[in-house]
């Protein structure tokens, strides 16, 4: 399977900066997906980009793919303190294959 | 729209006893379903998955089972649970572009 590795790990912002992180795959991929997880909770996803885009928008999410790269990021703009969660990233075929994911922590 | 329920919400249970989680899905008809474990601060670790009533695949040897009696129900049972069996357990299922939509967790706590 293909698993998506994220970086960094954790990441603190003040409330209002924009936060970014990356992920990286092995191999050749359809998709790329991000997914939010609160604490104690299920994930949520974010959003989806295919293997023939290059960047993708949903909201203050700003997602660019590289395949040259093997490498996505996800970009959240003007953070809120609701953004704190962690973030995975998941390469799929016919099932997900998530990395260990980003602790973001937006702080007030 | 679909939505995934799942129970219990947190379990505590003694080594060697077995285990039933259950997931049901509502909103949708013969759908791909999953079964995920997420251990404490870590990624999400595929378990099984069924793509209809009977149908399963395991991704990983361990001390679990999966059963989908039913075309909405999807189970999740061990005879005998191990320390190492404590996690998150998460059910998905698929959506029409390959994302995927989770419950809600069920926390297991093995002592």
């Known amino acids: 399977s293909q698993q998506g590795e994220e970086d960094p790990q954790a990441l603190s912002i003040q409330e209002g900066e924009n936060a970014t992180m990356n992920c990286s795959y092995k191999?050749?991929?359809?998709?790329l997906q991000w997914y939010r997880q609160n604490s104690g909770r299920g994930l949520v996803h974010l959003i989806l980009?295919?293997?023939?885009?290059r960047e993708k928008h949903s909201g203050r999410l700003r997602v660019t793919l590289d395949t040259s790269k093997k490498s996505s990021s996800l970009l959240i703009t003007a953070s809120r303190a609701a953004d704190t969660a962690s973030y995975f990233c998941?390469?799929?075929?016919?099932?997900?294959?998530f990395g260990a994911g980003t602790t973001v922590t937006v702080r007030a | 729209s679909q939505t995934i329920h799942q129970w219990p919400a947190t379990l505590v249970q003694p080594v060697g006893s077995p285990l039933s989680l259950e997931c049901t899905v509502e909103?949708?008809?013969?759908?791909?379903l999953y079964w995920y474990r997420q251990a404490a601060g870590r990624g999400l670790q595929l378990l099984f998955y069924?793509?209809?009533?009977?149908?399963i695949s395991s991704e990983v040897p361990q001390n679990l089972s999966a059963s989908r009696p039913q075309d909405r129900q999807f189970i999740l049972s061990s005879k005998k649970l191990l320390l190492s069996d404590s996690g998150f357990y998460l059910c998905?299922?698929?959506?029409?572009?390959?994302?995927?939509?989770f419950g809600p967790g069920t926390r297991l706590t093995v002592t």
């Open positions: 998941a390469t799929s075929d016919y099932k997900l294959s």
């Open positions: 191999t050749s991929i359809n998709n």
């Open positions: 980009i295919r293997s023939n885009e």
């Open positions: 909103g949708t008809s013969n759908p791909n």
């Open positions: 069924s793509v209809g009533i009977g149908q």
């Open positions: 998905a299922l698929a959506g029409e572009a390959y994302e995927q939509y």
